[in-house]
C-alpha cells in the first residue's frame, strides 16, 4: 500500500511538473508565430527572425514529436501565405503545391533535431539545429525558387552582419540563426544562461569584421556615370490581351497595327531619354526589363538607332528588350543588348532564369551563361531581374571577375523594395558593383560591400530615371572562389550525427533483444 501511494505521489507530481512546461510550449509557439510575421516577408524587423527560431524550436522539443510537427507544418503554410502575400508569382493550382512542399522541407531541420538532438545532451546539442538548417535551405535554394525564401534575406539593412556572404555566401548567416536557436535552448534547458557566450562572441566577431571591411576596405576605384531607364507611366501600353493575342493567337492586322503603334511610342520615348542621359554624360545607359517591346520584324531598326547614339555620344547603349516572334513555340526573346562606344554590338544576353509561369512557358531558353565585355570603366556583365535570386548563376560573375553587374527588371508593389534588396547580396557575395533598375519596384545602384550609392522606386517616383556614380572595379572574396564551401563541412557533419544516432538506435533494440 506504501509503495502504491508513493507511486501515484510520484505519477501526480510528475503530471503537475509536466503542465507548465506544455502550457509555456504553447506560449512559444503562439509567440514564435507572431514573431515569423513580421521576420520575413513583406514587413520585416531582422531581430524578429532570431527568438522567432529559438521559440518554435522550444515548441517542438517540449512536444510530442507527431504533434509537434503537424502544428508546425500548419504554422509554416500560414506564415507563408500571411507574411508572403502577393509575393511568389506562382498560378494556382501550382500555388497550393508550393504550399506543401514549402511547409514540409522547413520541417526538416525541427525533425531532425528533434530526432537527434535529446541523444546529446553536451555542447554537440546545439550544432545539429544549424547544420540541418544550412544545408536544407541550401538544397531549396537549388530548386526551382532559387534562394528566395532563404532566412538569410531577414537580415537585410543589417549590413555589417551581411559583410559575412563575401566569405560563406547565405549559408553563413543562416547558420548563425539556426545556432542562435539552438543554444538559447540548451541553455533553457540547463537553466545556465552563461552557456549563451559562445553564440554570443561568434556574432559579436561577425559583426566586428562586418564593420571593419566596411571601414577600412572601401571602393578606392574612379567612377563612372551610369543611368538606368524604366519606361514612362503616362504612355500607353499595350494590354495583356492585345499582347497575348500577337503573341500566341492569329491576330488581325488591325490588332498587329495598334500592338506596334503602343510599343513605338514608348521605344521612342526611351531612345530620347537616353539620348538625354548620354548628352549628359552617362557612359552606360539601360532599361528596365522589358521595357523595349517590338516585334521580331521591328528589332534591327531599333538596334540601328540604339547603336547610332552609342556612336554619336561614345556610350555603352545597352536596351532591355522583349521582341516577340508571333506564331513561334516559344515567341519571347528576353534579353539585353550590348552595344559598345563604335556601335558595335558586342553580345546578347538571354534571361537565364524566367520567372515561373507564363513567363517561362513563352521564353526562348537560355544557355544560362552570363556575358562579358571589358571596357574601360571596368569588365561589365548583364542579368535579368529573376537571374539574381541565383547565387549559383551570378558566381560566374564573381570567377570571371566581373567589376560591375546591370540588372534590368521589372517588379510589382508586394516584392518591392524586397527584389532589390536580395539583388544586393549577390553584390556582397561575387565582389562586383550593381545597378538595378526595376519598372514597378526599386531601382538602386550598390558597390560591392552593399552601400546604397542611388536609389529611386517607381511607387513614390514618376521620374523613372536612376543616375548613379559607380565604381569601375570590384573586389576578389572568398565566396567567389570556394562558393557554398560552409555546406559541405555541415553536411558532413549532420551525416554523422544521424549515423550516431542510428548507431545508438541499433545498440539499444539490441539491448533490449538480450533482456
Not at 511568389?88 to 503545391?97: A, E, G, S, V
Request: glycine share 8%.
Amino acid at each position: 500500500m506504501k509503495a502504491l501511494v508513493s507511486h501515484e505521489s510520484t505519477q501526480s507530481s510528475s503530471i503537475s511538473s509536466r503542465s507548465p512546461r506544455l502550457s509555456n510550449s504553447w506560449a512559444c509557439l503562439a509567440f514564435g508565430f507572431a514573431l515569423m510575421l513580421v521576420a520575413d516577408g513583406r514587413d520585416t524587423a531582422a531581430l524578429a527572425m532570431w527568438p522567432a527560431q529559438a521559440l518554435l524550436l522550444r515548441f517542438l522539443r517540449t512536444q510530442p514529436i507527431a504533434r509537434g510537427l503537424a502544428v508546425l507544418f500548419v504554422l509554416r503554410i500560414l506564415v507563408i501565405v500571411i507574411a508572403f502575400r502577393g509575393m511568389i508569382p506562382i498560378p494556382l493550382p501550382y500555388y497550393y503545391f508550393f504550399l506543401v512542399i514549402a511547409g514540409l522541407s522547413g520541417l526538416i531541420p525541427y525533425a531532425l533535431d528533434r530526432w537527434i538532438a535529446p541523444r546529446f545532451p553536451g555542447f554537440s546539442n546545439t550544432l545539429i539545429f544549424p547544420l540541418a538548417l544550412t544545408v536544407s535551405q541550401w538544397v531549396y535554394g537549388h530548386g526551382p525558387m532559387g534562394s528566395w525564401g532563404s532566412i538569410a534575406y531577414s537580415q537585410t539593412g543589417s549590413l555589417a552582419l551581411e559583410q559575412l556572404v563575401s566569405i560563406t555566401g547565405l549559408s553563413g548567416i543562416v547558420f548563425l540563426i539556426g545556432w542562435f536557436a539552438s543554444t538559447v535552448n540548451w541553455a533553457w534547458e540547463g537553466r545556465e544562461f552563461r552557456r549563451l557566450g559562445a553564440i554570443i562572441a561568434t556574432l559579436g566577431a561577425v559583426v566586428l569584421f562586418g564593420e571593419l571591411r566596411l571601414a577600412f576596405f572601401p571602393p578606392a576605384a574612379t567612377t563612372v556615370r551610369v543611368a538606368s531607364l524604366s519606361r514612362s507611366p503616362t504612355l500607353p501600353q499595350p494590354s495583356d490581351a492585345l499582347t497575348h493575342k500577337v503573341a500566341f493567337e492569329n491576330p488581325s492586322s488591325a490588332e498587329i497595327a495598334a500592338f506596334r503603334s503602343e510599343t513605338a511610342a514608348v521605344n521612342d520615348d526611351l531612345l530620347a531619354r537616353t539620348e538625354l542621359e548620354a548628352r549628359s554624360g552617362a557612359k552606360l545607359i539601360f532599361w528596365a526589363e522589358g521595357n523595349g517591346q517590338l516585334l521580331k520584324q521591328d528589332e534591327s531598326a531599333l538596334l540601328a538607332r540604339s547603336e547610332a547614339l552609342a556612336r554619336k555620344y561614345g556610350a555603352y547603349v545597352v536596351p532591355a528588350l522583349y521582341v516577340w516572334t508571333p506564331g513561334a513555340p516559344k515567341p519571347l526573346e528576353n534579353k539585353v543588348v550590348m552595344i559598345g562606344p563604335d556601335g558595335a554590338e558586342a553580345w546578347q544576353y538571354w534571361k537565364s532564369r524566367p520567372t515561373p509561369g507564363p513567363e517561362m512557358a513563352a521564353s526562348i531558353k537560355s544557355d544560362g551563361r552570363l556575358r562579358m565585355v571589358d571596357t574601360p570603366y571596368g569588365r561589365l556583365t548583364a542579368a535579368i531581374c529573376y537571374d539574381m535570386d541565383f547565387p549559383t548563376l551570378l558566381i560566374q560573375a564573381g570567377r570571371t571577375h566581373a567589376d560591375l553587374v546591370l540588372s534590368p527588371a521589372n517588379d510589382w508593389q508586394a516584392i518591392d523594395p524586397r527584389h532589390t534588396e536580395i539583388a544586393s547580396f549577390r553584390a556582397i557575395e561575387e565582389g562586383f558593383n550593381l545597378v538595378r533598375q526595376s519598372s514597378g519596384g526599386l531601382s538602386a545602384a550598390y558597390d560591392y560591400e552593399g552601400r546604397v550609392i542611388a536609389a529611386s522606386d517607381s511607387w513614390h517616383s514618376a521620374n523613372g530615371t536612376l543616375v548613379a556614380e559607380v565604381p569601375t572595379r570590384g573586389t576578389r572574396t572568398v565566396y567567389s572562389i570556394l562558393g557554398d564551401w560552409v555546406v559541405w563541412p555541415c553536411g558532413a557533419g549532420l551525416l554523422v550525427f544521424i549515423g550516431m544516432r542510428m548507431r545508438r538506435r541499433s545498440h539499444r533494440s539490441e539491448n533490449l533483444a538480450n533482456v
